[in-house]
């Protein structure tokens, strides 16, 4: 109700304003070429920040306060006009202009580099010229709303949705399915135990456009199903200065409790200075378990006795940043473009989460027994600095060179409390159970690209990339209390393990190095074919290799406290110590008190690497109203892994050689509409954390992880049929359709172990995947002569996908058939906006997603999968002069995330016979942002 009041409110307003103002509109031509129309020219109103750019039929229009103007048309290499205008409320002032060349011929001007590329309207044109099936969203679309990085931003693309605030899936298929470019150089997997990239570690204003290509091309890398999503951060063209500073009010966090441990002085900063780390001295675990005395004084001197989250309020979430860019002409006609920009944010998280698990449902039962039953009180910190440096050096016209960098470093603080039951383990008793964790990556991406054009038919283009990341994890501690429920002012006591394990007073140490290094090279041809003073079509072959090394070392040690045998009376008055002296030197010795034991095994670090050598050949060929792309890729992969289990040394190394042809064919129906059809075989292999065998437990979804060294590379067959229509600029209407078959596909299944789920990775027999997607870009402003409706445009496109993978007849304890893990059957993205001539705009967007697989189930534990929710953002941005204010609000619906398990097996949800397994809220986030240049 108050969204509609406010929408009404904003209609009223704009329709008073417009009722006085005039409108100016025309045609601009290019003198030089038979006056046809110039897309991309410059028209301003003279002495304001009033334009806009003409469309890809050279038209514009303007809408102004009534008054006497002067009208500048312009475009880089033309003569600049001035027009006189008087325009008069409630009409329509017609403009047309013709623009010549400044003084030399057209042939001396790049039309390609002097268009902006970060626009709606550019990229549109990119995506109806592309030769695959392409989805896209620009710097300029992403501007207009609350994303403050990638994530957030590119799940408004069709057919995108987004998991844990960071990771994309495409198509419904999981984020293991996609590749990820950055600057046309491939970025790392940013996460220890997923193949993934975590988009939110890219800041909005950093990105001038994403491209996602669902279809594949010989050009292009082979290792993806759902799409390949190549990001190009900022490309400055402009001298600029500009600061920004941001406040964020998210409710039940801001100025609440917030509960952490001690830190280092550099947790601001995003990463620890040798407060939570374990030290290079620290003993061997075959000393510390030999002799306990070595423990003892290990723990005493060489950790921090750090187990007692002390209370603090969360402030407001807070971010600032600075940006210049430059661009620097030299005499002999050299250019040195520039943008930098440094960043820092800080926010803060505080969410309540039902945390629950149930037994079997058995016969004649209409709901299974109870198992765990928690509320987990989580508090989050994480600080961000994000550095951007991009420089871009024009030898000449025809040579260009590139040089871009990306540098984050995070900290994520994270206490979780857990209060509640396991009626499985001791049903009459409570459990207060930790987990207190701190982790910092540092990472950074970087790349030198060259663009050579040797002459009118030959050009080279080249990158190399370099990948580095540094993730630590020190000192992450798990431990469980309890007390007798039916005493409630008993105090809780700490439960003191028989042996080493990750969750009983368990401290772990976790450190990833991972480094990578690429070179890829690109040769183009053309052929431009003319009969009869007739333009045939430009035919382009196009041959290329590309090289990637990857090298990962993971390393990992945990130690537990344990009592020995000290009598009764001492082992409850140990186990019952306050949080705050438990662990400390009086308490910890080798005579009695707690001892340490190390529980580090061989198979808690591992290193590996990857080798990939790629080339292909690639042609385009147009015949009439037919465009015709094909080729062929090959891909020769080694990938090793070299750990010991207790079996011994574990040595892996999968050479792969794949061979994947494409084909594209687009029939050009009219100058706005075109058909396209595209199959492609594409691979998907296996990575590092999937074939290591590293066991580790997940605290929040009390279960392990642990790899399998047996994965195969997954084939894939790719087949898409798209409509495209583009009526007029910015606009389009596009309806696809897209199959996908799946040859040995990597899935996550669940293996019985103990009592808790442990989850491992396998190859399934076969999948497929099939669905259609709608895109819709429309603009009010030819369908109404409302001034108000007319600054009114819309973005809605939705998808409906099917999917089902077969595991096999060999599989044991779970469905040999179900829908693929984290398959949504459809997504829908809405986007409202409003803009008018004074700087004023108003964005709505609405998001959401079908039910689908969380966690893989088996006969013990049902399926999990994640409830559907409404995700609404506002956002109001203002200009006045040079400063810019933005005010968003996130998540205003404050949707719960719900997780529900499959108790009754039927593949449907249903609240009342189903069970909740985790529901909470993140609460609504309201933030200003203040942007001023100068």
Known sequence: ????????????????????????????????????????????????????????????????????????????????????????????????QALGSAGFTLQDVVIKNTRKKNTETAVMVEIKEAKQVVSAISSEQISKGTDSNAAQAIQRVPGVTIVDGKFIMIRGLSERYNNVLINNSVAPSTEVDRRTFAFDLIPSSAIDKMVIYKTGS???????????????????????????????????????????????????????????????????????????????????????????????????????????????????????????????????????????????????????????????????????????????????????????????????????????????????????????GYKSRSIYIGQLEGNHKLNDNNAIDWVTGVNYMYESEPDLRRFRTIKDASNPDAPYEMIDPSSTNLFDTGRYFGTLSEYSVNNGANYTHTIDRVKNDEELGTIKLKTGYYVDYRKRTFDSRYVSYYLPDLGIDRINELKQLPLTTIFNSENVNATNGWIMREGTRSIDSYSADNFLTAGYVYGELPLKKFDLTGGVRVEHNILSLQSTTDAGPQNIKNPVTSVLPSLNI?????????????????????????????????????????????????????????????????????????????????????????????????????????????????????????????????????????????????????DQERALQGQSPYIVNVALGYADETGFSANVTYNRFGDRIFSVGDRNFPTIYELSRDNLDLTFSKTVKKTTFKLGIKDLLNAKYQFFEDSNRDEKIRKNIDNATSVFRRGTLISLNVTHNF
Do not use: C
């Not at 009404?8 to 329709?15: D, G, P, R, Y």
């Not at 897209?738 to 103990?754: A, G, L, S, W």
């Open 218 to 436: 010989a050009d292009k890398p082979g290792d993806f199903s759902g799409g390949i999503i190549n990001i190009t951060t900022s490309e400055n063209i402009t001298e600029f200065n500009r600061a920004s500073v941001g406040f964020g009010y998210r409710m039940d966090t801001s100025f609440q409790d917030q509960f952490q441990t001690e830190g280092s002085k550099t947790d601001f900063l995003g990463f620890d200075y040798e407060f939570r780390t374990l030290p290079s001295t620290f003993p061997s675990a075959a000393l510390i378990n030999t002799y306990p005395q070595v423990g003892v004084v290990a723990s005493n001197t060489k950790l921090q006795n750090n187990f007692n989250p002390t209370q603090s309020t969360a402030f407001l979430d807070n971010s600032v940043g600075f940006a210049f860019g430059r661009n620097k002409k030299f005499a002999n006609g050299m250019s040195l473009q520039s943008i930098n920009s440094l960043s820092y944010a800080n926010s803060f998280q505080t969410f309540q989460r039902q945390f629950t698990r149930y037994t079997t449902l058995n016969e004649g039962e209409s709901r299974p027994p109870l198992w765990l039953n928690f509320l987990d009180d989580t508090y989050q910190n994480e600080s961000r600095i994000t550095f951007l440096s991009n420089w871009i050096l024009k030898l000449n016209s025809n040579n260009t060179i590139k040089f871009k960098n990306l540098l984050n470093q995070i900290g994520e603080n994270e206490t979780i409390i857990r209060n509640g039951n396991n009626f499985l383990q001791r049903g009459d008793d409570l459990f207060r159970n930790y987990l207190l």
């Open 666 to 814: 687009a029939y050009n129906i009219s100058e706005k509409s075109i058909l396209r059809l595209a199959y492609s075989k594409t691979v998907n292999r296996p990575e590092f954390r999937e074939i290591a065998p590293f066991l580790f437990y997940d605290y929040k979804n009390e279960a392990a992880r642990v790899g399998n060294s047996q994965l195969k590379t997954a084939k894939i067959d790719n087949l898409d049929f798209r409509y495209e229509f583009y009526p007029t600029k910015g606009e389009t209407v596009s309806l696809g359709a897209f199959y996908k078959r799946f040859d040995q596909p990597i899935e996550n299944v669940t293996q019985i172990t103990t009592e808790q789920p442990q989850f491992n990775y396998a190859n399934a027999d076969n999948a497929f995947n099939y669905g259609l997607e709608l895109e819709l870009r429309k603009s009010f402003k030819e369908m109404t002569d409302n001034l108000y409706l007319g600054r009114l445009s819309a973005n809605v496109n939705a998808s409906y996908i099917v999917s089902k993978v077969d595991l096999g007849a060999g599989v044991t304890s779970q």
């Open 1 to 96: 109700m108050k969204f509609k009041l406010l929408f009404l409110t904003l209609l009223l307003t704009a329709i008073t304003h417009s009722q006085n103002k005039g409108t100016i509109a025309g045609t601009v031509t290019d003198k030089n070429v038979n006056n046809q129309s110039l897309p991309f020219a410059n028209v301003l109103v003279k002495g304001t920040t009033i334009g806009t750019n003409t469309d890809l039929d050279g038209k514009y229009s303007i809408s102004v306060a009534a008054g006497n103007y002067i009208v500048q048309f312009s475009f880089v290499g033309y003569e600049s006009i001035e027009v006189p205008v008087t325009v008069t409320a409630d009409e329509t002032i017609t403009v047309d």
